[in-house]
């Protein structure tokens, strides 16, 4: 049996911890199945009741009739690990369990989970939760949930499926996306994750027809590699994904070993990971819950521009319109003269400007009707926003028909449409979404979903991050350098000394003396680098400095070295962050003080195409100044981005745990790195 | 007749232009307040027409058997001319203006503008608009509007007033306001404010009972003067104010004459404006209609930072609320040892970590009972959000109940509770907003209304902007100099010289030489500003060159200053803003290229107090880089904080329009102006 039918299509279901106290949670899937008329077999399951809510148990798993294809365990967690043995012995192919008594209940808890990977790993059963609130399948009529929400009956299945880590919030997500035109297939709440993770489990109904899109609400990014798989295939199929993600507020850890660890935290790198993924992030849960037609409306192209036009018969909800979207960096495009032309032709009232503004005068069918079909058919446009105003709550037929029409028609070079209503207006969406027209309640929500839809980029097969047993230790600089020196990246000329009369060649002060060890990323903190070297009686001096530092500090010294101290434009951080489940990522940052201030970063994953370096460029705000603003002398920008994607070439084909060059300094001509950490077994 | 009555509780009102074409906007407010049970008099005023929509007409204002209180013209644009100024004649207290044929009607609409402002002036007659789409009264059952939403008649009278410069928009809010249970007792649309603005028509209800507090729908500042009044008063009276305002997307004027104008957008000092103001700015329509209640109960002094708790009954809707408010940089504050305890004691279920989660438990009546009990009166608390899941919409009355009372009880030390409701539950928000409880059914308007009632400081009287017929040039440097010596900003020494020969004193290279002129802002940009001069030479070489760049350009020159090269740790910009209406600001923005490209600016309404100028200081995120950040040396902060009070004091003594110290050096012991821009009459 495949997963997604045992998962969401079960012919039968076992209730196992089934209970007659109406107030406990685990009563209610019995409930909720009855309901809804489920037409599978549902087999409770109680050692000590014949009966359950009325309807006939089993003291055993063990005396079914049959193999249920899926089990929801609903005792207490020191239960369900017995529970979920004797489900694998069975030949059970799925079970859920609820109690959430595992990954939060300490040492017992930790036992517990260890006990459930081993019999998912003997038996091949596959597990969904613990902490799962369970699955629910409206085509199915299979609400095997405890979530309360689904006590209620009148949702129409639909097209969307929710996979969500969080359980309450399936409920949620389920009262709101009705009200919202949110249309759903079903939902699955994944909880802990110890073997099926929401990205496998949405895979597993890829092929499901009554499937076209999917909604994500993320906690973590645990299963973070079966949510890439997941979302390539969605993408091959046409069916949009998008998420809203928890951890927005996270930091990187400030006390991580390198830079790049503090500038680029988890929740930035998902940001990546997902637009990678072709998977939309929406910052507001209305967004997650409106974004699902316009997201098949929108190209996952990260690299047009969208363009977006503004008809309204409303001046200020136009005018809300565009400060929002232009709060996100978005401008409303005006018309072309020949839209206006068009609209002049037309004897269309109202005004043109940067907006088309009907107000008062677009309650006339005919009047919406022409000004829809020139602004959609505009070539100027991708997007075309119609604002309506108080006629959608007073005469919705009126206004909304041009819409609808136009709606469907869009095809072959028309714009996408996006109807906004301004004012509460129930009726109105209702018609739109029955239609399957992209509208929106809100300002904030359509700006959201415009923003998160236009930084999909077209996902690609990413490669594994290094995983080792036991971290190497950081290379000393030299052997970092012969390192940049394989994939061609600049570095500073670097010279080992063990005094100033064995320096090599002619001293061309001032120059750097720095401490050369394993394991030191932090070398200005122990006072083991010594600038602004003017003479060899300095530099012994400094050499004689950087030993005695070391030697008090621990430090096992591969020798001192000794570099020129360059001059350049500025100063750039090139990092690499590895994560288990999203992979590699390169980042880029200003560099100096000030940057750890801003956090003015870019992120890519790997590998970084020449293109998405210079795109990376443009991001990171301080690089305007190296681009020759405001008359300053520019900084080769080329050589930058050369650089950067032989650093995601060091990065895929050496596979470094750690690597960063801070700085690297970019010059009129060329780049060089003058410092660089490496965590890596060979050189 | 005071303005209050005359505007929202006339006894008898005109409708000029009144119609019988039913699809005409002119033809609403006949019927609305026939609908609505309007118990004053009402006169239509109909050239042509003995009757309109059945009801008799008189042919000219003058026929009128009184009068009227509050006429509304509805006429077209060219038409309202004459029936204001036949109001005007009669003395008719106010006039409202429907059509928008004004503003925005080229040179025909200046014209007609003109002719409103002269019967403004010569009858005394006050004027709402033109544009404006009326005024409605919930509380006298006067739906004086075009408006077509006021059309419903369900709207029961409430406590909000809303004063929108956009027409459509009130419409929108009364409607979505509904939903979202806010209470209105009336609405303006103030349009193009040619005479009443916004804050002057609030002003005249701030001694209506029925009114208790504010909400704005505000397009630009205009009125801002009136606005302040208001607002102090507003604040005096305990009526708080929530302001959604356009023009967050707007930046500053890139070719302003100063940075400053580049650095500090009109937006950016009208949030200031408005904190200043005690008025909170939400970012969001969902925000501004929930704001309310929350605003009476949350204190007005932005330097209190609010310790918020958190209780749920869902995991995953806290975590979004935890999230969204890490977004906006507050932390939810966990529970106090104590606190921790006395949950213990009460054997509530649930866990307890930064937020004490009753998840599946919470339910139970008595268990939400001691647990908001306890959290409400947990001395670390100023507010309390109480999220609520799927029991909101199963079981209502169970789990709000405990939260109404706790509510009820709230003063003496009790936090404020702030329930939110995570579904979508109309009934549960509908119960809570009839008990008065403030009520959220989103975590990112929650967070919103939290930011920005935080933001409000206590209002103070501002002194206007300095205004003057015709701009003085700028000062020459040393003449601004004269005026910084006057207030005590420290400033470098500035030797008039013409050949280095008349340098008085010993030559201490380097030096700088720069042109003395007028009217000369951006000296380096003509050359004029010769840097490192190391030799009396080099200074005669200077001088030659910026004597001769000065006269190719055209420059007319005072003479040439000398200054010595000061080091320095970092510099800074501090700039004055002046809006005719907002009155002065004060700027403070770090130096250098970035700072244009970051805008890392802080701003203060004029006077700035030695608090509120440290408050600037922690603002502006470069200056971490200045106070002593990973071991470097620490710039002069005090002295900073003293020379920014110092520049506000010279902003308001001596009213200049411009005035730009840039840059201004912080040293180790003190800080420096090195240039200084100043336009004012007398130095």
Request: include cysteine; proline fraction near 7%; charged fraction near 20%.
């Amino acid at each position: 049996m495949d997963l997604g039918t045992a998962i969401l299509r079960p012919d039968s279901v076992a209730l196992i911890g089934a209970t007659d106290n109406p107030q406990r949670p685990g009563s209610r899937p019995q409930r909720f199945l009855k309901s809804a008329g489920y037409r599978g077999r549902v087999y409770l399951v109680n050692p000590s009741k014949p009966t359950v809510q009325g309807d006939p148990a089993y003291a055993d798993l063990a005396e079914l009739p049959e193999t249920p294809d899926h089990a929801f365990i609903l005792t207490s967690a020191e239960r369900a690990v017995d529970a979920l043995r004797s489900c694998g012995e069975l030949g059970v192919p799925v079970a859920t369990i609820l109690d959430g008594g595992f990954a939060d209940a300490g040492s017992d808890g930790e036992d517990r989970v260890a006990a459930l990977r081993e019999i998912v790993a003997t038996t091949g059963i596959r597990l969904l939760g613990p902490n799962s609130i369970g699955v629910v399948n409206l085509h199915h009529a299979m609400p095997l949930t405890a979530n309360s929400s689904f006590a209620e009956r009148d949702r129409a299945p639909g097209t969307t499926f929710v996979a969500s880590q969080s359980g309450s919030m399936i409920g949620a997500l389920a009262s709101k996306g009705g009200v919202l035109g949110a249309s759903f297939s079903g939902f699955v709440s994944t909880g802990s994750e110890i073997d099926l993770t929401l990205g496998e489990i949405c895979a597993a109904t890829l092929d499901d027809d009554n499937v076209r899109d999917y909604l994500l609400f993320v906690e973590n990014t645990r299963g973070s590699a079966q949510l890439r798989q997941f979302a390539l295939q969605a993408y091959e199929r046409g069916k949009p994904v998008v998420a809203y993600k928890l951890g927005r507020s996270e930091v990187g850890a400030e006390l991580s070993q390198t830079h790049t660890g503090a500038l680029a935290g988890d929740d930035a790198l998902a940001s990546q990971f997902l637009a990678d993924s072709a998977i939309a992030r929406v910052q507001t849960l209305d967004g997650l819950l409106e974004a699902g037609p316009l997201l098949h409306l929108l190209p996952v192209d990260h690299r047009k521009r969208l363009s977006v036009g503004l008809l309204t018969t409303t001046g200020g909800g136009a005018a809300m319109v565009v400060d929002e979207l232009g709060v996100h960096g978005i401008d409303v495009v005006p018309p072309s003269a020949g839209t206006r032309e068009r609209i002049r032709a037309a004897e269309l009232p109202g005004t043109v400007s940067r907006i088309v503004d009907l107000t008062l005068a677009g309650t006339r069918r005919e009047v919406m009707t022409k000004a829809v079909d020139i602004m959609s058919t505009a070539p100027e446009f991708d997007l075309v926003i119609v604002a309506v105003g108080s006629s959608a709550r007073s005469d919705p037929d009126l206004v909304l028909a041009p819409i609808i029409e136009a709606a469907a028609t869009t095809g072959d070079g028309r714009a996408a449409i996006a109807p906004l209503i301004v004012p509460e207006a129930p009726e109105a969406l209702s018609m739109l979404h029955s239609a399957g027209v992209a509208a929106f309640h809100s300002a904030e929500s359509l700006a959201d979903v415009i923003v998160a839809a236009g930084r999909r980029r077209t996902p690609r097969p990413i490669s594994p991050a290094p995983s080792y047993a036991k971290a190497p230790p950081l290379l000393n600089e030299l052997d970092a350098y012969q390192v940049l020196d394989q994939y061609g990246i600049p570095r500073v000329a670097s010279t080992p000394v063990t005094s100033a009369a064995d320096y090599d060649g002619p001293f061309d002060p001032p120059v750097v003396a720095k401490a050369l060890a394993a394991d030191l990323p932090h070398k200005s903190d122990l006072g083991c680098v010594v600038l602004e070297i003017g003479s060899p009686a300095e530099l012994d001096d400094a050499i004689a400095s950087i030993t005695s530092r070391c030697a008090a500090a621990g430090v096992e010294l591969d020798g001192v070295i000794v570099q020129p101290m360059l001059e350049s434009l500025g100063e750039v951080l090139l990092g690499l962050r590895n994560d288990p489940g999203m992979g590699q990522f390169v980042v880029l940052s200003a560099g100096g003080v000030l940057t750890e201030i801003y956090r003015d970063t870019a992120i890519r994953p790997v590998p970084v195409s020449r293109d998405s370096a210079l795109e990376m460029i443009s991001e990171v705000k301080a690089m305007k100044a190296l681009g020759g603003y405001r008359g300053q002398a520019a900084g080769d920008l080329n050589a930058l981005a050369d650089t950067i994607v032989a650093f995601s070439t060091l990065a895929t084909s050496a596979q470094p745990l750690d690597a960063e060059i801070n700085p690297l300094l970019v010059r009129a001509d060329g780049v060089v790195a003058v410092d660089a950490v490496i965590r890596m077994s060979t050189p």
